[in-house]
C-alpha cells in the first residue's frame, strides 16, 4: 500500500473493515518454525554464509529453468549489472513490481521473494505471481519469519550483492506497520547481509519527515536502524533511503467519478496538500539508480515527479479542462475528520480495539493537510522549490489514460478509508 500520498478521502471510500528446483519452477515448498527477530544487525559471516560462494544467477524466465553459478568478485559496484544478484523484497506490490522490471530490463539478476498467495488479500496463485515476475527469479518465501527467509536464501545456494525492499503495512494500522514497515523490512536487511549483501536500498515515503502516524515511526526507526549500521557498525555497508512524494495512482480515485458527473471533493480549500507526484515507471528508474550510483550512496533521497507542485484544486481543474467540462467541486471542512477522529480517540481509551480505526481516520486527516514535499527546517514550511523532480511522466498523462482505460488492476492495497 501506498500511504504517503495525497488523495480524496470521501470520494474513493470504500470500507472494507523446502526450497527446491521443481518442474521447472523455482520454488519455496518449506515449512520451518519461525524464530524472534534479530535484535541486532551483526551477523555471523564465518560460518553459514562463507560456505555460499559468490556466484551469478543467470536472469531466466520465471517458467524457464537453469540457473548458473560463476564466481564473482566482493565489489559489486566493479561488475556488470548481468553479475549483480538482487534480491527484491514487496516484489508483487504496487511499486515492488514496477522495480523488478526496471530492474531485469537493464540487466541484472533479479530474485523477486514473494508470498505463495500474493497481491491483495492474496489473490494471486503461485502460477499468476510468476506470470507477473516473469523474467526474475521468483522465490516463494515469508519476509515476516526471519528464520523462513533465511532458509529461502540459504537454499539458493549464491550470494547475494544488493537487497531491495518496497515492502509496505497493506493498510496503515498499527500492528501492520510494525510487522511490515519495521520487523519484516529489518529481517530482509539480516537476511541479506547473512548471504553477503553490501548495498541496501530502501523504498520508504517522504511525509516521514513529520511523523504523527504509527507506520511513520515505524518507517524512521528501521531507517536510523538502516543508517546506524552502515556508518557507525559497518563501513563496507552501504544504503540508499529512497523517499516518494505522491503515486499518481493515489490521485486517480475520482477520475472516473468525475467523468460520470459528479463534482471533484477536496477539503478546505483545496489548497492544504500539495505534491509533485511521479510515476511508478519513473520511481522504479530511480529506485534502480541507487543500486550502482555512488552519488546515491549513504543518501537520504526525497524524489518527485517532474513539472511544479500541484493542489487538489490544481489537480482537479487539470481533470476538467481533459474531459472539457467547466470544474465543479465539493468542499468538505476538514473539522469534520477532527470530530471524527476525537470521538474515535475518546472510545479507544474504554476500548482498546477501536485504536485501530482511530489510526485510520488520522491517516486520511494527515492526506487532507499535509503536503508531501519537502519540510524545509528553516521555516517549518513544505518546500516546492526543495522538492527534487526526476522522471518524465506527468499527471495529467496519467488522467488522460485513466479516462480511456479505467482504473483497473490499479489498487493500492487494503484500504481502510
Known amino acids: 500500500m501506498s500511504l504517503c500520498s495525497s488523495f480524496n478521502v470521501f470520494a474513493s471510500y470504500s470500507p472494507k473493515p523446502k526450497t527446491i528446483f521443481k518442474d521447472s519452477k523455482f520454488i519455496s515448498q518449506f ?17 553459514t554464509s562463507l560456505k555460499y560462494k559468490r556466484a551469478r544467477l543467470k536472469p531466466i524466465s520465471s517458467l524457464d529453468s537453469g ?9 559489486f559496484r566493479n561488475k556488470s549489472p548481468k553479475d549483480i544478484n538482487v534480491l527484491v523484497v514487496g516484489s508483487t506490490g504496487y511499486i515492488g513490481r514496477f522495480v523488478v522490471k526496471e530492474m531485469i530490463k537493464r540487466g541484472f539478476n533479479v530474485i523477486a521473494v514473494a508470498r505463495e498467495k500474493s497481491g491483495i488479500r492474496g489473490k494471486n496463485d503461485k502460477e499468476e505471481t510468476l506470470k507477473q515476475l516473469q523474467g526474475a527469479n ?30 509496505a503495512s497493506r493498510n496503515g494500522g498499527i500492528k501492520d506497520s510494525w510487522k511490515i514497515d519495521y520487523e519484516a523490512t529489518k529481517n530482509s536487511l539480516v537476511a541479506g547481509k547473512k548471504f553477503g549483501a553490501k548495498h541496501f536500498v530502501l523504498l520508504s515515503a517522504i511525509c516521514v519527515q513529520k511523523p504523527l502516524l504509527e507506520f511513520q515511526r515505524a518507517k524512521l526507526k528501521f531507517e536510523a536502524e538502516l543508517m546506524d549500521l552502515a556508518e557507525q557498525q559497518d563501513s563496507s555497508f552501504t544504503y540508499s533511503i529512497v523517499r516518494p512524494t505522491a503515486f499518481f495512482k493515489s490521485l486517480g480515485g475520482q477520475v472516473e467519478i468525475v467523468k460520470d458527473g459528479k463534482p471533484y471533493v477536496m477539503f478546505g480549500d483545496g489548497k492544504l496538500c500539495a505534491c509533485k507526484p511521479i510515476s511508478e515507471q519513473d520511481l522504479a528508474a530511480f ?16 524524489i518527485g515527479g517532474p513539472g511544479k507542485a500541484l493542489t487538489p484544486l490544481e489537480q482537479g481543474e487539470i481533470l476538467f479542462k481533459i474531459l472539457g467540462r467547466e470544474p465543479k467541486f465539493l468542499k468538505v471542512p476538514i473539522e469534520i475528520m477532527d470530530f471524527v477522529i476525537g470521538v474515535l480517540d475518546s472510545i479507544a481509551k474504554i476500548f ?20 508531501m514535499l519537502i519540510l524545509d527546517p528553516e521555516t517549518g514550511e513544505y518546500s516546492e522549490e526543495k522538492t527534487p523532480s526526476y522522471g518524465k511522466d506527468t ?18 492495497g487494503e484500504q481502510f478509508f
Open 138 to 167: 521468483v522465490c516463494f518465501s515469508d519476509v515476516t519469519e526471519l528464520d523462513v527467509l533465511e532458509k529461502s536464501i540459504e537454499n539458493l545456494g549464491f550470494g547475494v550483492d544488493v537487497v531491495v525492499s518496497c515492502l
Open 67 to 75: 540457473i548458473s553459478e560463476i564466481a564473482t568478485s566482493p565489489s
Open 395 to 412: 499527471l495529467e498523462d496519467f488522467f488522460a489514460k485513466v479516462i480511456r482505460e479505467g482504473m483497473a488492476g490499479q489498487e493500492l
Open 31 to 47: 515449512q520451518v518454525k519461525s524464530s524472534p527477530l534479530a535484535s541486532t544487525f551483526h551477523t555471523n559471516e564465518s560460518s
Open 287 to 302: 529506485i534502480a539508480d541507487c543500486v550502482l550510483e555512488e552519488n546515491k550512496i549513504n543518501q537520504v533521497l526525497p
Open 352 to 371: 482498546p480495539s477501536v485504536g485501530e480505526a482511530a489510526e485510520f481516520g488520522k491517516i486520511g486527516r494527515y492526506y487532507a493537510a499535509e503536503s
